[in-house]
């Protein structure tokens, strides 16, 4: 009933968003039932000459009345409020076990890549049930990451990270819109969402042609731009060994503590002076605009597959680090180009295809 | 007071009207366009400003046209991507700093709040003028801006986009809106000024009409908060054209600041356009009910409690921003306790009609319908206040129907009703009644017919600002764009007749609604000095029966509220 009325459910969070909204509609009917009906009512009642009892107003209604509907009110309102932001606080943090995607937004595209390497254009493909962590960024200026079927949305920040979750209850096909307005095509900024059963998913993620994951590109860049020079293992520089820091608590110079996590390691990258390790002389240069954000997730994916901390346990169904050929990474989704001539019709996430 | 005057309900004003050795109105005191746009009467001035928000509602309007043209179907088929950005822009910046924050105090309340406190000016003349004229400077250089191309960044500037990418004319349009802030905040400083030291003799704090207490209100945050949006628009404009890196990422800076800063203001912005209009509506309320207002000082706490709360609240902008969650409920709880004393207005507004002797009149068609919108546009306030509904409709058409529904449906509403009840006392002309009532009735229908479907629209999905759009919306655009046309047409309409009326309308007598305040024991219209003698004030605001006793049919006026002796 009302299907119509109200967008496809299918995420753990879309059915708790929607109990919230039919309540508050069904609390604020109500009242604007009573707002209007009263107004309804006094206006033909005691419309002007009316034969309507005008007498001295009770006494009942008066200062107490005033105080009695005052704090119904807040009584109400702070009802709702409690109702809305428990329901928040659970979904707070994301679960352990979850996929890890890191989305790059720029003007006018989504970049997506998974952990496990696959990486897409304006599309995710994700296994049904399975809970997904994005992590999102931006090159240019600031998007927002809308599934309206997951009653899902972030902002990506240019050079910063932001977080949240999912857990898609459904298979199909789902919009991926852009909330935040990003220049002139942002309404173009349009991708899919393509929710999977677990082996069709499998099956996909075979399909693809083998690329790169994450972790591999970033053991390249740590040789490359020079980072094994200090960081290596019996390198001749004193440099903290990053073997099995993910996740763990490290010590920092001054007597405060940090966890190795992925706000630090890149913060470490590019404002290396700010925390610096206890026991280690602040010698690291900055590699602030040497190192994209692609760049940085890689090496940070790297750190975190040296590391034997809680996020780093391997994913049911994944091949293992060690079965990825390494090979240059191919973006396989029709490309879309910046500033290329687009078609003049949006482009249609297309009927959920269920199975 | 004599007990004559008692028996006739316009004995007072009769007389006055009677006598041939009246002072010229202030329509008089000069026909050339050098009296007017020299003239330091409050007055004046406040035609002065009806003339350039009714310009500048238009021009909004125009842009508002084309966007609802657009959208009719999903394809890009009236404007091209750019084109439609720089519409939009165009209409939000327009409309909220050329029409909407400047409207109802600016014209109504620079015109009635001397008259309503028993003053003869401002106390700042001068400055009054000047303020109208930082305000058309402003207009002029955001007005350039668009000859100049145009600004693509929506009326919320978002860095780095404005700062660093967009390619078109927002310093100019910056700049503009920059000037305009000094503007509000010098009305701000007169009207407190004025409020404070230029109440006639009798009128205390708690005898001032909530219409004042209102323009008090507005003042406040007009005084509180602008500064921060100029101090905002500066950094803006420092790193758009110094290169300053404030807000751009890229180079250390950090463009959550900038959203923080923005809505310091602007969230309080909001209750700028809607404490006025709430002002307006407990005066025509009150007149057309015949009743007292019902809690007064509720009401006035509800004014003072919504302009302090209203501070507080500008973090529920940015739920999806990546906020700290814990930062997030807090703005989530203040932005539900601000509901509450707009909720209690509410039913105070309702309470008034009780026993009342009703009358429907155009202003108070427009006030019962005000009532309507502004319910629905404070509920569903409360489900953007909820963080996990925020974060499925921020950005959304949920949230544009919402904020049209305080800032048009509402506080144009009021505006309409304001311009309406006052017209006599500032034309000296009445305006044919039943065109304004067909407006009135039209307006509220073509507003719900626009705004309505965009909530649906909104929470199924459709983001803002996409001049393209996936298919499944258009049912939903179509109706909307539908009721865009009955709006317009519903607005031109007074254009149209109170033009009419000021040239051919039948004269008005002084007080042609038999109404309480003070502004109504002068000639309509007023005389430079405003009053003939001294006012003098003796009792309560909205003084339409006795106290303790039931409004009847055709209630004398009770002359105790003020006197021209």
Known sequence: ?355 | MTADVAESPTALADRGELALDLPESYLAAGYTLRSWLTSTDHKRIAILYAISITLFFFIGGAAATIVRLELFTPKADVVGADTYNKLFTLHGVVMVWFFLIPSIPTTLGNFLLPLMIGARDMAFPKLNLASWYLNIAGGILTASAMLAGGIDTGWTFYVPYSTVFSNTAVSLGVLGVFVSGFSTIATGVNFIATTHTLRAPGMTWFKLPLFVWAMYTTSLIFVLATPVLAVTLLLVLAERLFGLPIFDPARGGDPILFQHLFWFYSHPAVYIMILPAMGVISEVITCFARRRIFGYTFMVYALVAIAVIGFFTWGHHMFTSGMSPFAALVFSFLSFIVAVPSAIKVFNWTATLYRGQIGFESPMLYALGFVGLFTVGGLTGLFLASIPIDVHVQDTYFVVAHFHYIMVGASVSAYFAGLHFWWPKVTGRMYPETWAKFAAILMFFGFNLTFFPQFIAGYLGMPRRYHVYPPEFQVWNVLSSSGAAVLAAAYLMPLGYLTWSVFFGERARNDPWNASGLEWRTTSPPPRENFLGKPEVLAMPYNYHPEGAPPIKDQPRIPAQGSLT
């Open chain 1, 1 to 355: 009933m009302f299907s119509w009325l109200m967008p496809e459910q299918a995420s753990v969070q879309a059915p708790r968003v929607d109990a919230i909204f039919l309540g508050l509609t069904a609390i604020s009917a109500i009242i604007v039932l009573l707002v209007v009906g009263l107004l309804v009512t006094f206006s033909i009642r005691f419309r002007r000459g009316s034969k309507a009892n005008r007498d001295e107003l009770p006494s009942l209604v008066s200062r107490e009345f005033e105080i009695g509907w005052t704090v119904a009110t807040l009584f109400v309102f702070v009802f709702i409020f409690w109702w809305a932001a428990s329901a928040e606080i659970g979904a707070f943090v994301a679960p352990k076990d979850a996929i890890e995607v890191h989305v790059v937004a720029k003007q006018w595209m989504w970049k997506t890549q998974s952990s496990n390497g696959a990486r897409e254009i304006n599309e995710l493909h994700v296994p049904v049930g399975a809970p997904v962590r994005l992590i999102l960024t931006s090159q240019d200026v600031i998007h927002s990451f809308y599934v309206p079927a997951f009653r899902l949305k972030r902002d990506a920040l240019p050079d910063q990270q932001t977080e949240t979750w999912f857990k898609a209850t459904k298979t199909g096909t789902f919009h991926l819109l852009c909330t935040e307005y990003c220049g002139t095509d942002h309404a173009r900024m349009l991708g899919r969402i393509i929710v999977l059963e677990p082996e069709d998913y499998a099956r996909w993620l075979s399909a693809q042609p083998e690329g790169d994951d994450l972790a591999h590109q970033g053991e390249r860049l740590f040789t490359a731009r020079g980072c094994a020079g200090c960081h290596a293992p019996g390198s001749a520089v004193h440099a903290p060994d990053l073997a099995g820091i993910w996740g763990r608590e490290v010590q920092l110079a001054g007597g405060r503590t940090v966890t190795a996590d992925g706000a630090y390691i890149r913060d470490s990258i590019l404002q290396p002076k700010r925390d610096v390790v206890a026991g280690y002389e602040p010698i690291m240069p900055s590699y602030a605009g040497l190192l994209s954000d692609g760049e940085i997730q890689e090496l940070t994916a790297y750190i975190r597959a040296l590391g034997s901390g809680p996020r780093a346990s391997r994913r049911l169904g994944e091949p293992p680090l060690s079965s990825r050929v390494p090979g240059g990474p191919e973006e396989r989704s029709p490309a879309m180009v910046p500033g290329a001539p687009v078609a003049d019709t949006p482009t249609p996430a297309g009927p959920p295809t269920r199975r």
